[in-house]
């Protein structure tokens, strides 16, 4: 059973409505991501989902633990039914995204469903066994995609972990090769520097008209 949790920030009368799963660390961060989301503009709707269980609601299907012993459950079809009722309001646009974990699962979400506009992954765990690979046998059902990573993620001696780089850079080839807009975006330092900060340039790029370019790869701003 998904434990749901919503908190709403923002405009809550926005037609622009951004849904990120978070945990207690991005609770603890998320006035700095507000901040810097209304640094570009007022008008959005912020709807912060709070997850039960990280690896498995957010997890596609099963996988080993790669660190530790909390092994990926395969729970996001049913944290993703929960995230769709959030959906039912057709007048509004809305934006799935968030760090890590929940960056993959945003990715792994519009897959599943064409309600979202826009994908903001920041820093996504792409590295989960099997995700380029289906990536690559399936199509992505929304036009715009942000990806991002800490030019330091991929420098680990994990080695399930250190795929990272090599495979978000597949990801932005396998969805520019599919005609989806796609920008990935590296920023200074490894996976823990700054996620409220990344996550909201995550979500401030999708939702500008033009603030995103196919295939484009940009330094830290």
């Known amino acids: ?24 660390h991005d609770m603890a961060v998320i006035e700095n991501e507000l901040a810097a989301i209304k640094a570009v ?10 997850v039960d269980n ?38 509004k646009k809305y934006y799935i995204g968030g760090y890590s974990l929940a960056g993959l699962f ?4 519009a897959y599943q469903t064409d309600v979202f506009a826009g994908v903001a992954a920041a820093s996504p765990s792409i590295w989960l066994p099997g995700f380029t690979e289906y990536m690559r046998n399936n199509r992505i059902k929304t036009d715009k995609v942000y990806l991002s990573l ?35 975006e590296w920023n200074e330092g490894n996976h823990f520097k700054e996620p409220d900060l ?15 370019q196919s295939s484009m790869v940009c330094p830290i701003m």
Do not use: H
């Not at 503009?41 to 709070?50: G, R």
């Not at 420098?155 to 807009?181: C, D, F, S, W, Y």
């Not at 990344?198 to 995103?212: E, L, S």
């Open 1 to 24: 059973m998904v434990k749901k949790m919503i908190y709403k920030y923002g405009n809550v009368a926005s037609t622009n409505v951004l849904i990120q799963p978070v945990d207690d």
């Open 41 to 50: 503009t007022e008008d959005f709707c912020l709807i912060a989902v709070k």
């Open 54 to 91: 990280w690896n498995k609601d957010l997890s596609p299907w099963e996988a080993p633990a790669v660190f530790g012993n909390d092994a990926f459950g395969g729970g996001a079809g049913l944290f993703l039914d929960k995230i769709l009722e959030l959906t039912k309001d057709r007048s």
């Open 106 to 109: 945003a990715l792994w979400a």
């Open 150 to 184: 800490g030019n330091r993620e991929e420098k680990t001696k994990n080695p399930v972990m250190a795929t990272v780089g090599e495979r978000i850079r597949e990801a932005r080839e396998i969805l520019t090769g599919q005609g989806t807009t796609c920008l990935l």
């Open 198 to 212: 990344r996550t909201a340039k995550a979500f401030r790029a999708v939702q500008r008209p033009n603030g995103m």
